[in-house]
Each structure stands twice: as structure tokens, then as C-alpha cells.
């Protein structure tokens, strides 16, 4: 059973940085692929972005392309995003992911078995 744990949420002016971890506790050898999601107020979750296989492949958001950078790191126990020029649009919950799956797209809950228990980003204007 994984166990996935985020960090480094919190408030940003508009323009900022930050940076999003998520810690994979557990047999990791299995875990294909792992993503963000985000859920803002009266929103559905969707998907941020996700990264196969160690970096294989990725997947972005077309609201985030550009700004938002996700990679894995630690034999794919730990996975960042690096989210720059942040906007107010970005204000959500942020969701850690983990997934069994060999056939990953990317965006799609389904796709993941293993969920954080999420982590709040507040961007101010």
C-alpha cells in the first residue's frame, strides 16, 4: 500500500514560484506513473500534470503549459512540480497521484491508484 504525502503549498503573490513535492512512502517499484491534480472552490478536480515512467513521457495542462515543470527524482519515490508565473487561476487544492497503470495518458483520474491527501495553494493578486 502507498502512502503519497505533499509539501510545499502555500501563498504566492501573482508572478511567483513555488515548488510542490510528493513523497511516495512504500514499494514504489510498481508505480508507472504519477500526476498533480487540482481542485478549486465549486470546481471539478483536474489534472495538472503527470509524468511516465521516470520521465519517459509528461503530460501538461494546456492552463499550465509553460509555467508548470514536473519531474521525479529517487528512484521515482519523489515527484516535484515547479510552478512559475503563478496566477490567481491557480488557486486550488493540489493533489498527489501514483499509478499502476501501462497504458497512461495522463489527465485522467482513473489512471491513478494512490491519492495525497492534498495541499492548498493560495496565488494573491
Known amino acids: 500500500q502507498e502512502q503519497l504525502v505533499e509539501s510545499g503549498g502555500g501563498s504566492v503573490q501573482t508572478g511567483g514560484s513555488l515548488r510542490l513535492s510528493c513523497v511516495a512512502s512504500?514499494?514504489?517499484?510498481?508505480?508507472?506513473?504519477m500526476g498533480w491534480f487540482r481542485q478549486a472552490p465549486g470546481k471539478e478536480r483536474e489534472g495538472v500534470a503527470g509524468?511516465?515512467?521516470?520521465?519517459?513521457?509528461?503530460y501538461y495542462a494546456d492552463s499550465v503549459k509553460g509555467r508548470f515543470t514536473i519531474t521525479q527524482a529517487n528512484a521515482n519515490s519523489t515527484m516535484y512540480l515547479q510552478m512559475n508565473n503563478l496566477k490567481p487561476d491557480d488557486t486550488a487544492m493540489y493533489y498527489c497521484a501514483a499509478g499502476l497503470t501501462h497504458t497512461w495518458i495522463g489527465p485522467f483520474e482513473y489512471e491513478y491508484t494512490y491519492w495525497g491527501q492534498g495541499i492548498q495553494l493560495t496565488v494573491s493578486s
Open positions: 512504500g514499494p514504489t517499484a510498481s508505480i508507472n506513473c
Open positions: 509524468i511516465w515512467s521516470g520521465g519517459a513521457s509528461t
